[in-house]
């Protein structure tokens, strides 16, 4: 047969991978994802196999996931980055320039359709870190060319695009992972799962908090002499080059602060509340930054209804204050959970009263105390610190993580890929979020509380 018949190709490992079809045909189903027969492979030989990845979108947040998997000394193993695509050459070239020490033949593409017909790149996987209105775009074109694709949040600023990429996961077979990166950070992984959930030295949990704040700023600018030209822009949707920098103000583009911010703290409630919420009631503003569409400052309120009763979550984002940073609190009967994506926001318990089984929990290293000291001079009840206990396998370093905390998502990706993980934010997850964050928006604007019905989280075909 040959190669190219029917857009199937045969990669170097001998498995097909570009159709639909030949996705179909040598999937399994592992935890609701489908594997390849490339990937089931790999897991019974247990090689560590170079994956090729390619991104599009190399703007900040693509280079802080390049350099999540290749900073010199915790580097993700066996992953060879052999192209770049973006459309804009001042991101582009000091990318590709950078790469070079990695792969000296790295390919640089201005359309990433180019880059993914490019069979000679052999690639694995892709990273789309475009903004949140090229996604489905992007991350779709990856899956249908036979790639396993890791896809920055929001998921898509359009839910009827995040659906279609549910379903070409699913069509494909190919593995999408959403970016949000706290489902696979181990801090959150053992507060979440050992401490809630599986110990329950919270108690039940009947109130969520979150808060992301930040000072006013600028709009992000750009050098003078690297600007798009007018016709570039227009070629690719864009009609000025302050909207092009700063996309996540407007509507066509992105979904605001609360979409940009919230999503990642949001998607932790239903988490933590095994549920996703029943109704949805907000306030926000257009209150200080008069260029921009989108509302500068939200306050919402989110209702779950899980086995064990009613919860409620409040969670603001202003950006005409830092006050208080980042973080998530989440309050039970025994005592409070407070963490963060920073450690220094949020790392720690707030017992109130012992729960049942708390000496227990303790001696099995749940949860560590902390020095008198510490205990006496930041509360008047004991601080526990649950950073280093009990470790997650495998995380070494987890003072550092705070430098790279995108690295063990995109660890669990690559894992995924090789066969020996289940994804932390499957596509399914990813949308999920995605349908309560882009509400928040809506009950905003309409004023009204918005009720949720089970159904609007499920994708079907
Ligand atoms: N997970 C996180 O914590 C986190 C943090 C920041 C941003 N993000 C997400 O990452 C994505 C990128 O955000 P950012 O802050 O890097 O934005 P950015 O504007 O800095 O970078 C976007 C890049 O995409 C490029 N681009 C735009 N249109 C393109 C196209 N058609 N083809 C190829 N390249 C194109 C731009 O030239 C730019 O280099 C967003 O979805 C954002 O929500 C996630």
Redesign the pocket.
């Known amino acids: 047969m040959d190669k190219k018949d029917k857009g199937v190709r045969m990669d170097r490992r001998g498995f097909l991978t570009r159709t639909a079809a030949a996705a179909g045909a040598g999937a399994i189903l592992a935890g609701g994802l489908k594997q390849t027969k490339a990937q089931t492979t790999r897991k019974s030989t247990g090689k560590l196999d170079d994956i090729n990845v390619g991104i599009?979108?190399?703007?900040?947040?693509?280079?802080?996931l390049l350099d999540s998997c290749l900073k010199a000394g915790q580097s993700i193993p066996g992953l060879r980055f052999k192209a770049v695509?973006?459309?804009?050459a001042f991101?582009?070239n000091q990318v590709v320039n950078k790469l070079k020490q990695y792969n000296k033949d790295i390919k640089s593409f201005v359309?990433?359709k180019d880059m993914l017909a490019d069979e000679t790149l052999d690639l694995d996987a892709l990273i789309v870190?475009?903004?949140?209105w090229?996604?489905a775009e992007?991350a779709m074109a990856g899956m249908n060319a036979g790639l396993h694709v890791y896809c920055?949040?929001?998921m898509s600023n359009s839910l009827e695009l995040a659906k279609k990429m549910v379903l070409t996961s699913r069509k494909t077979g190919k593995l999408l992972q959403i970016?949000?990166?706290r489902r696979s950070n181990p801090r959150y992984l053992h507060a979440v799962n050992n401490i809630v959930l599986d110990s329950k030295l919270l108690g039940r949990v009947m109130q969520g908090y979150g808060q992301w704040n930040r000072a006013v700023s600028d709009d992000?600018g750009w050098p003078a002499k690297e600007a798009l030209s007018a016709a570039d822009l227009a070629k690719?949707?864009y009609d000025t080059m302050s909207r092009?920098?700063n996309?996540?103000w407007y509507y066509d583009f992105?979904g605001g602060p609360i979409v940009?911010l919230g999503s990642?703290q949001i998607d932790i409630f239903s988490w933590i509340f095994k549920s996703n919420p029943k109704s949805v009631i907000a306030s926000g503003g257009k209150d200080y930054y008069d260029a921009h569409e989108w509302y500068d400052n939200v306050m919402c309120i989110f209702e779950y209804e899980n086995d064990e009763g009613m919860a409620r979550a409040f969670y603001q984002v202003q950006t005409t204050t830092r006050h208080g940073g980042f973080h998530e609190a989440f309050m039970g009967e025994y005592g409070t959970l407070v963490i963060s994506e920073v450690p220094r926001d949020g790392n720690w318990l707030e017992k109130e009263i012992n729960s049942p089984d708390w000496n227990k929990w303790v001696k099995k290293g749940y949860l560590k105390e902390v020095s008198t000291k510490m205990a006496k001079t930041k509360t008047s009840n004991v601080m526990l610190d649950v950073r280093v206990s009990p470790a997650p396998p495998k995380w070494p370093l987890p003072i550092e993580l705070g430098t790279l905390p995108?690295q063990p998502h995109l660890h669990n990706f690559f894992n995924a890929v090789r066969g020996k993980a289940k994804l932390n934010c499957p596509a399914e997850i990813g949308y999920e979020t995605a349908v309560a964050v882009l509400a928040v928006n809506n009950a905003v604007k309409s004023q009204k509380k918005i009720e949720f019905k089970k159904e609007e989280f499920e994708v079907h075909a």
């Open positions: 599009i979108g190399v703007g900040a947040q693509g280079q802080v695509c973006d459309i804009w991101n582009r359309d990433y870190a475009t903004p949140d090229l996604h992007h920055e949040k929001e970016g949000h990166q992000i690719y949707g092009f920098r996309w996540r992105g940009d990642h995108h």
